[in-house]
Structures are given as structure tokens and as C-alpha cells.
């Protein structure tokens, strides 16, 4: 059974720093392409970053670009987002989601991402 936690969530102030932790297990880590993804109330959810397999790619959203940087250490099951310069236009639910689909790292689109965890809240205060 596949199961994916996130971590790290949580109320910072505008211009700080969280870094967002996500394991997953019952598959084989490397084989699968993973993604951040986000939804905000009433909003639809977006892609916010996502990573190769082997993690020498990426892809993320031009919202983000220059303040978040997604990574994975494959040896530990572990995908990560370290978030700089937060703004309170990035308080959503943040949720890690892993693809066997190759090169979905490229289009970082939900419909491509078949397994979700349950997500942990980012506030950032004004």
C-alpha cells in the first residue's frame, strides 16, 4: 500500500523560510517522478514544483521561481521544498503527490500525479 505523509508546515511571517518534508513508501522512490502542489480557498490546485526521477531536473511555477527549491534524496525516500521569501499569496495546503508517468516532472500537472498525501497547511502572515 503506497502511502505519502508531508511535514513541515506551519504559520510564518511574510519574508521567512519553512521547508516542507514529504516520505513516501510501499514503492520503489526512484522510479517514481514527484511534485509539490497547492490549493488556496476556492481556488483550483496548482503545481508548484516537480522533480525528475533521479532529481537532475525540475520544473517549477513562475510564482515561485527564485524563492522555492524542490529536492529528493532517493537513499531516504524523501522529497523536500524549502520555501524563501514567503509571501502571504502562498498560504495554502501544500500536498506531495508521486507519477509513474515519464516526464510528468516537465508539465507538473495534477492529472499526472496518481498518488496524494493528505497535505499540511502553510499561513504566512502579513
Known amino acids: 500500500q503506497v502511502q505519502v505523509l508531508e511535514s513541515g508546515g506551519g504559520l510564518v511571517q511574510a519574508g521567512g523560510s519553512l521547508r516542507l518534508s514529504c516520505t513516501a513508501s510501499?514503492?520503489?522512490?526512484?522510479?517514481?517522478?514527484m511534485g509539490w502542489f497547492r490549493q488556496a480557498p476556492g481556488k483550483a490546485r496548482e503545481g508548484v514544483s516537480c522533480?525528475?526521477?533521479?532529481?537532475?531536473?525540475?520544473r517549477s511555477a513562475d510564482s515561485v521561481k527564485g524563492r522555492f527549491t524542490i529536492s529528493r534524496d532517493n537513499a531516504k525516500n524523501t522529497l523536500y521544498l524549502q520555501m524563501n521569501s514567503l509571501k502571504p499569496e502562498d498560504t495554502a495546503m501544500y500536498y506531495c503527490?508521486?507519477?509513474?508517468?515519464?516526464?510528468?516532472?516537465?508539465?507538473?500537472?495534477?492529472?499526472?500525479?496518481?498518488?496524494w498525501g493528505q497535505g499540511t497547511q502553510v499561513t504566512v502572515s502579513s
Open positions: 503527490a508521486a507519477s509513474s508517468v515519464r516526464f510528468a516532472y516537465s508539465i507538473c500537472g495534477t492529472n499526472a500525479f496518481g498518488y
Open positions: 522533480i525528475s526521477r533521479s532529481g537532475s531536473s525540475t
Open positions: 510501499g514503492l520503489t522512490f526512484d522510479d517514481y517522478e
